[in-house]
């Protein structure tokens, strides 16, 4: 048998291959080393992450139409390299423009042509993993030609500590003519206002519809609220998307309270039905609203939350709830607790017991309950056990997941959307008392036991 000899000369090349693929191997593994950790490094620096309003970079320039446009600075401080950062907005009609991340803070530049408030968010996230690491969210009033304020930075997950007072917003341009209240409120002045034959009805659109959007505005510059977010109490609004008519909208105001995340919202409709003198449907709902802002706006005392007074428009017109609609979408997000205190059709002789338009819904369980003592302990007439869907303006708050209860009695369909409604139906002393009911629930129940909060919605 012949002997093959090895061939030696391969030996070195092979010894080479296998120190290349060794060293192949350990960087492998030190490259995933090093990105696991950096995943741990960045999920730990996440809690030292901040979100801030640049202080000296607030400047008003003008845009390409001429007209003036506000804009904002914010950043994201204590960025480690494998982060990213996603803005957004609850506000579609400001813009945001976002500059590249540079030594550790992501700019973004907001811009608006009119004074508005939302709420912008920060989502940090791993670069290589996609995973969220922190988001956070700050809310931001801007007004043209004025500085907004700072507010604190509060993470939008869920959280067990209290969350942070909103800022109050920047100054309207309506000044509130702030009057001493004394005295008794007159109910009936403000129906018969509401309801005088020679203003033709409040249908939406008409004359008299527009004098009663008046009339109110006059009632709230009186007692002294503020504009909520826009330059005046009106909040208008495109009766249709695809027509570029604004309808003379709701009429909003705002009570500061001590806790500025938190809002009470008490509303009634101010429009009717063709043919309707209305002073039942609604004038009487508005004359209880003016008298709880007339009482609240005398006390000494500031109230716990946000009182928003709103008078809406539309509810009567189909599609119904129009106002109150183009409302709760405006709205949603400005607070992290908010409830919904509805008043249409009060006050009426022989107009029966009261119904809390409970419809069935869970999330209001707490807030009708609460009010159901209060009923009891007033002595007022109310119907515990009824399943009627009451249709009024509190199911566009429903339909958005905040608690909400209207306030209607149970015998009016005789009445209502009739010539038959007019202002001799009215028993003012009725009003009056469910009127410090609603008073009492503001000023002494405690907000957490019926609000729901936006983390538990988030969740």
Not at 69 to 75: E, G, N
Not at 114 to 138: D, E, F, P, Q, Y
Not at 292 to 317: G, V
Request: net charge positive.
């Amino acid at each position: 048998m012949k002997k093959v000899r090895k061939d030696l000369s391969l030996t070195p090349v092979i010894k080479i291959i296998k120190s290349i693929l060794a060293i192949i191997l350990i960087f492998s593994i030190a490259v995933g080393s090093f990105y696991i950790h950096t995943d741990v490094l960045t999920s730990n620096a996440a809690k030292k992450l901040s979100l801030q309003i640049k202080k000296t970079k607030y400047v008003v320039k003008k845009s390409n139409k001429g007209k003036n446009k506000s804009t904002q600075k914010i950043q994201v401080k204590n960025l480690k390299k494998g982060n990213i950062v996603k803005w957004i907005s609850s506000n579609k009609k400001i813009a945001l423009v976002s500059s590249p991340k540079k030594n550790g803070k992501a700019k973004l530049t907001v811009y608006t042509k009119r004074t508005g408030r939302a709420k912008i968010s920060a989502v940090i996230k791993n670069k290589r993993t996609k995973k969220v690491l922190k988001r956070l969210t700050k809310t931001i009033t801007i007004s043209a030609g004025q500085k907004p304020p700072i507010s604190t930075v509060r993470p939008l997950i869920p959280s067990t500590t209290p969350a942070p007072k909103l800022a109050p917003e920047a100054t309207p341009e309506v000044t509130p003519e702030i009057t001493p209240n004394a005295g008794s409120f007159d109910h009936m002045s403000v129906i018969n206002e509401l309801c005088k034959a020679d203003n033709g009805g409040r249908v939406a659109g008409t004359r008299g519809n527009a004098l009663a959007a008046s009339y109110i505005t006059e009632h709230y510059r009186k007692y002294g609220l503020m504009p909520l977010l826009k330059p005046d109490y009106e909040w208008s609004y495109k009766e249709n998307p695809n027509n570029d008519r604004n309808i003379t909208g709701n009429i909003v105001g705002c009570l500061k309270g001590k806790d500025r995340t938190k809002a009470i919202i008490i509303s009634a409709h101010y429009d009717t039905v063709a043919q309707a003198p209305g002073a039942v449907d609604n004038a009487s709902g508005i004359a209880a609203l003016l008298e709880i802002a007339f009482k609240l706006s005398a006390r000494t005392e500031q109230p716990k939350t946000d009182i928003i007074f709103c008078a809406f428009n539309e509810e009567e017109r189909m599609p119904l709830y129009l106002g109150s609609k183009a409302f709760v979408k405006e709205f949603t997000g400005l607070y992290d607790n908010v409830c919904n205190i509805n008043i249409d059709c009060v006050g009426m002789r022989n107009g029966g017991s009261y119904m809390l338009g409970q419809n069935n819904n869970k999330i209001s369980n707490e807030l009708i309950g609460a009010f159901q003592n209060i009923l009891k302990e007033m002595k007022i007439d109310y119907n515990e056990t009824s399943n009627d869907i009451v249709r009024s303006d509190h199911l566009s708050f429903l339909a958005a997941d905040i608690p909400a209860v209207c306030f209607t009695q149970a015998s009016i369909s005789s009445v209502i959307h009739s010539r038959l409604d007019v202002v001799g139906n009215i028993v003012p002393e009725q009003i009056e008392q469910l009127s410090s009911a609603i008073i009492s629930f503001v000023t002494e129940s405690d907000f957490n036991e019926f609000s729901l909060d936006i983390h538990d919605i988030l969740r």
